[in-house]
């Protein structure tokens, strides 16, 4: 059963480009939650979503930023318009459809930079 | 703003040493976890214990939860240079869908 996957693993992007992030969360998961981490801190909680619906987005920023869990494929985290406040690392973690009470699996994370 | 808050912000110790990080919450919780993160990698899940536990041992780590407190500390014991990493705590809110909340965390450097 193969892990969480994210790429791409590095995303270099000038300012004013898109990002896209993807996650494919393990098999048989269906929770999905992206968490932001900028340098020498704790992850910050963004969005929380399952199949075809956004449960909680109280950590996006209101602008720019979108993700999707679609039906079929990876969760997409988009970022658009990219400035240097952007530069982070973007973790991807996922739990089974069981209950709340469950371990989140990460995934190794896609590290942008924005020149 | 963050929940977690761990102590110390950073730990140095000799190999064969005991470390011990502390984190407390502010809010009632489901449960508390704890991470290890490897410079610039993933995040390892080590342990999880709920609101209803008071200690859980895995291995080398030995994870205590006081309520009354918002507090928990997790000890490894017998250091070894390959636990040299941060460690993050991480709860979830009573209230919640299932999002962590993560402290700053405590970087451990063990020395071999």
């Not at chain 1, 973007?90 to 469950?102: D, H, M, N, V, W």
């Not at chain 2, 995040?43 to 918002?70: A, F, P, Q, Y």
């Not at chain 2, 705590?89 to 063990?110: D, H, P, W, Y």
Request: charged letters at 20%; hydrophobic letters at 30%; glycine letters at 8%.
């Amino acid at each position: 059963n193969a892990g969480v996957m994210q790429n791409p693993r590095h995303l270099v992007r000038r300012r004013g480009q898109e990002a896209r992030l993807r996650c494919s969360p393990m098999k048989g998961h269906s929770h999905v939650y992206w968490y932001r981490q900028l340098p020498e801190e704790g992850l910050k909680f963004m969005v929380y979503l399952q199949k075809e619906n956004i449960i909680d987005e109280s950590g996006m920023p209101k602008e720019r930023f979108s993700a999707e869990f679609p039906k079929e494929g990876p969760s997409i985290l988009r970022i658009q318009q990219v400035v240097r406040g952007d530069s982070a690392a973007y973790f991807c973690a996922s739990s089974p459809y069981i209950g709340l009470q469950e371990t989140q699996y990460f995934g190794p994370g896609t590290r942008l930079l924005v020149l | 703003s963050q929940q977690g808050e761990e102590d110390p912000q950073a730990l140095s110790i000799q190999e064969g040493e005991n470390a011990t990080m502390n984190c407390s919450y502010k809010t009632s919780i489901n449960n508390l976890q704890w991470y290890r993160q490897n410079s610039g990698r993933g995040l390892v899940h080590l342990i999880l214990i709920r609101s209803n536990e008071r200690e859980k041992h895995s291995g080398r780590l030995r994870v205590t939860l006081d309520t009354s407190k918002k507090s928990s500390s997790l000890l490894i014991t017998a250091s070894r240079a390959a636990d040299t990493a941060s460690y993050f705590c991480a709860t979830e809110r009573s209230s919640n869908t299932g999002k962590l909340i993560f402290g700053q965390g405590t970087t451990l450097q063990v020395k071999p």
